[in-house]
Nanobody
Framework: QVQVVESGGGSVQAGGSLRLSCVAS????????MGWFRQSPGKERKIVAA????????YYADAVKGRFTISRENAKNTQYLQMNSLKPEDTAVYYC?????????????????????WGPGSQVTVSS
């Protein structure tokens, strides 16, 4: 059974920074492509950033490019989302997701349906 758990959410003023962490247990962490999604009230859940199992391929949504950085430490079964220059529109519940892709270390998933395991979510609130 794979467990995915996020941590590090909270409240911050606009312009501030937060770092989300996500631990995925189960198989070897490098077997999983990882993604961060977010969902605001009344809106669909959308991809924020994603990384391949090797960490060598990454993706960022246009809304966060240049402000957010996804990274991972495979030895610690952990991925991170460093969020800088936060804006009120970044307010959402942030979800960590894992996709079992042990046969392709360069695969990156952009769609919800491509991910197999999800964390419960972590609230990020940015005030103006």
């Amino acid at each position: 059974q794979v467990q995915v758990v996020e941590s590090g959410g909270g409240s911050v003023q606009a312009g501030g920074s937060l770092r989300l962490s996500c631990v995925a247990s189960g198989r070897t962490f490098s077997s999983y492509a990882m993604g961060w999604f977010r969902q605001s009230p009344g809106k669909e859940r959308k991809i924020v950033a994603a990384s391949s199992g090797s960490g060598g391929v990454t993706y960022y949504a246009d809304a966060v490019k240049g402000r957010f950085t996804i990274s991972r430490e495979n030895a610690k079964n952990t991925q991170y989302l460093q969020m800088n220059s936060l804006k009120p529109e970044d307010t959402a519940v942030y979800y960590c997701a894992a996709a079992d892709r042990n046969w392709d270390a360069r695969w990156v998933g952009l769609l919800e349906g491509e991910y197999d395991f999800w964390g419960p979510g972590s609230q990020v609130t940015v005030s103006s």
